[in-house]
């Protein structure tokens, strides 16, 4: 199993940052790529690049300003479980973006794809 991890500061406050990344559902307004999302029960199925790919919400902690959840089905994994987490830092946020996946190689390209979201995010609050 590998382990990755994308993060950047933002310049919004942990509140409101946490109010988008905390929104289980709302991923497709700010993620690049994603055509549409819904929730269903625990689960959440994204639609992106002509597949459908289903998350399942492990952990939401609102005090601690974190959410975990993993890669059900739609993506070729053995292994994923990720974890996003908004921190005060200075003025504005830190956000972190934790993944472990098997195999390694998907790992890699989901710390990419969490990279870029992450710089998404910061141009959605920073407008």
Same mark, same amino acid.
């Given at each position: 199993?590998?382990?990755?991890?994308?993060?950047? #500061?933002? +310049?919004?406050?942990? #509140?409101?940052?946490?109010? %988008?990344?905390? @929104?289980?559902?709302?991923?497709?307004?700010? $993620?690049?790529? $994603?055509?549409?999302?819904?929730?269903?029960?625990?689960?959440?199925?994204? @639609?992106? $690049?002509?597949?459908?790919?289903?998350?399942?919400?492990?952990?939401? #902690? @609102?005090?601690?300003?974190?959410? &975990? !959840?993993?890669?059900?089905?739609? =993506?070729?994994?053995?292994?994923?479980?990720?974890? =996003? &987490?908004?921190?005060?830092?200075? +003025?504005?946020?830190? =956000?972190?973006?934790?993944?472990?996946?098997?195999?390694?190689?998907?790992? @890699?390209? $989901? &710390?990419?794809? !969490?990279?870029?979201? %992450?710089?998404?995010?910061?141009?959605?609050?920073?407008?």
């Amino acid at each position: 199993m590998a382990q990755g991890t994308a993060e950047i #500061d933002v +310049d919004g406050t942990p #509140d409101a940052v946490w109010a %988008l990344v905390g @929104d289980f559902g709302g991923i497709a307004g700010w $993620m690049p790529g $994603m055509e549409s999302c819904r929730v269903e029960g625990e689960n959440r199925i994204l @639609d992106t $690049m002509g597949m459908t790919i289903t998350e399942r919400l492990v952990a939401r #902690d @609102d005090t601690a300003r974190a959410i &975990t !959840y993993s890669i059900v089905d739609g =993506v070729p994994v053995e292994h994923h479980e990720a974890t =996003v &987490t908004v921190t005060p830092s200075g +003025d504005g946020s830190h =956000v972190t973006w934790a993944v472990d996946a098997t195999p390694d190689e998907m790992c @890699d390209l $989901m &710390t990419t794809i !969490y990279q870029q979201s %992450l710089e998404a995010l910061k141009a959605r609050i920073e407008g």
